[in-house]
């Protein structure tokens, strides 16, 4: 858990609810906390379902995605144990931040460890924001097959460590709101199981 490090601050409160903010746009906002390996499908799928969400349906929505982070906001952060924590705590407290303003907020992290999944879901629920954990499900060897950037084959030939599935651990999430089996579903049918859940939650209101 981070530290409170800064002293002599106080939390100033807006003059919008939260209430007005999700009147205006139509949707509650929320985070769709996309996990799993690797090349399981997490960015492809989050960004099929953000377009439908956009497109088809008129709602906003915006993926945070795991590389795009990592040129960014976490680009000083590697992928130690310390680090994918730390990468993690400040995607959910950017999520948290996005769902708070009315954002369909998809996050697209492999987010490999329990705990610090565990607290992105705790400061959801602290502050009254849906999180819908969705376990992107494929095994490591069809994963491997996927490997759309080549990744697997330099983990296996020892060129990246502490690679997830090879080299580091996944933690399966044990709750996950939402399990896509997608070695059974198409992207487009995994985008949907989500959309359905979303509007099944009543976060999708008619504009
Ligand atoms: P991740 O974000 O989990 O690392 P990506 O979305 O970048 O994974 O890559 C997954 C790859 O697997 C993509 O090239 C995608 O087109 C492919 N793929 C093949 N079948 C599926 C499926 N059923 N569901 C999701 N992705 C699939």
């Known amino acids: 858990m981070a530290k ?20 205006l746009l139509k949707q509650r906002g929320a985070t769709i906390w996309f996990t799993g390996l690797s090349a399981c499908g997490k960015s492809t799928i989050a960004f099929t379902l953000e377009h439908a969400l956009v497109e088809q349906r008129g709602h906003l929505s915006y993926v945070l995605d795991g590389d795009n982070i990592r040129h960014g906001l976490n680009k000083n952060l590697g992928f130690s ?14 999520a948290k931040l996005f769902a708070d303003a009315g954002v369909l907020t998809c996050t697209s992290f492999i987010s490999p460890y329990r705990v610090d999944r565990d607290q ?53 999430p044990l709750n996950a709101e939402i399990v896509l089996e997608t070695e059974e579903l198409s992207v487009e049918q995994s985008a949907q199981v989500v959309l359905n859940y979303l509007v099944e939650q009543g976060l999708l209101r008619e504009a």
């Open 4 to 23: 409170q490090i800064a002293t002599n601050i106080t939390w100033h409160a807006g003059h919008v609810e939260r209430e007005q903010r999700n009147e």
């Open 81 to 94: 144990p310390e680090d994918r924590n730390e990468n993690i705590r400040r995607i959910g407290e950017v």
């Open 120 to 172: 992105a879901r705790k400061i959801h629920e602290e502050a009254g924001l849906p999180f819908i954990e969705v376990f992107v499900k494929a095994s490591v060897e069809t994963c491997e097959q996927r490997d759309p950037k080549g990744l697997y084959k330099k983990a296996r030939a020892g060129e990246i460590p502490e690679f997830t599935g090879v080299s580091a651990p996944y933690e399966e």
